[in-house]
């Protein structure tokens, strides 16, 4: 069974501060996505990352994939009150279109 | 577009009774996934259609669970009978098919089941 860990858990932090999230496995994944949910909906695509070591940006925020493909970050920069919700790694065990093993969450609070 | 919708977004039941689960893909997604989140736990994979046939249903807990994807649209995930452990937000997602990479799945906003 392939399992994700993401920590923390929780993080609350001020407006302004930069923080990273950590998504670690034991496994080796073909892809690996990064979800952020809002209350009441589901989870939406922020970025997928696919080659070891690859690195992707979406204005503040920076994602990372290991380079054994085993392990992924996501570093946000200035962090502000709109980034505050769960976010949730994903990942693919194969190519293709299969299921999806999702991470523990990180439940991040911007405060103003 | 009309994105992923799930009907109905919240059940309450009671043990031993049915509960059937309803969700309407993107339209044209070929693929649909079922996945749930049991109380202080991760998402976890229940099965995945391409079209109307079970590609996989590895994540089904029991025998208890039943889904259709009759005509290859819609899906409805019925539980029968449901338990309390069955408790959960249980979500839909679709994805069209990819030919070298996954296509994204798309979410639905869930349906929250309680049980009691």
């Known amino acids: 069974t392939q399992l994700l860990e993401q920590s923390p858990q929780f993080l609350s932090i001020q407006e302004g501060e930069n923080l990273t999230v950590y998504c670690n496995s034991s496994?080796?994944?073909?892809?690996l996505q990064w979800y952020r949910q809002e209350p009441g909906e589901g989870p939406v695509l922020l970025v997928t990352?696919?080659?070891?070591?690859e690195v992707k940006k979406l204005k503040r925020l920076t994602f990372q994939f290991g380079d054994a493909r085993k392990d992924s970050s996501l570093h946000i920069t200035a962090a502000q009150p709109g980034d505050t919700g769960l976010y949730l790694c994903?990942?693919?065990?194969?190519?293709?279109?299969?299921?999806?093993?999702f991470g523990t969450g990180t439940r991040l609070t911007i405060i103003p | 577009e009309a994105g992923v919708t799930q009907f109905p977004s919240h059940s309450v039941i009671e043990k031993g009774q049915t509960v059937t689960l309803r969700c309407d893909p993107i339209?044209?997604?070929?693929?649909l996934y079922w996945y749930r989140r049991v109380m202080g736990k991760e998402i976890k994979f229940l099965l995945h259609?391409?079209?109307?046939?079970?590609?996989?249903e590895s994540g089904m807990p029991n025998n208890r669970f039943l889904a259709e994807r009759t005509g290859g649209t819609y899906s409805t995930l019925k539980v029968q009978p449901a338990e309390l452990e069955d408790s959960g937000v249980y979500f839909c997602?679709?994805?069209?098919?990819?030919?070298?990479?996954?296509?994204?799945?798309?979410f639905g906003p869930g349906t929250r089941l309680t049980v009691l």
């Open positions: 997602a679709s994805s069209q098919e990819g030919r070298f990479i996954a296509g994204e799945q798309f």
């Open positions: 496994s080796v994944f073909s892809s």
């Open positions: 990352v696919v080659t070891g070591g």
């Open positions: 994903a990942g693919r065990p194969g190519f293709g279109n299969e299921k999806l093993t």
């Open positions: 339209s044209g997604h070929d693929n």
């Open positions: 259609f391409v079209k109307e046939s079970k590609q996989d």
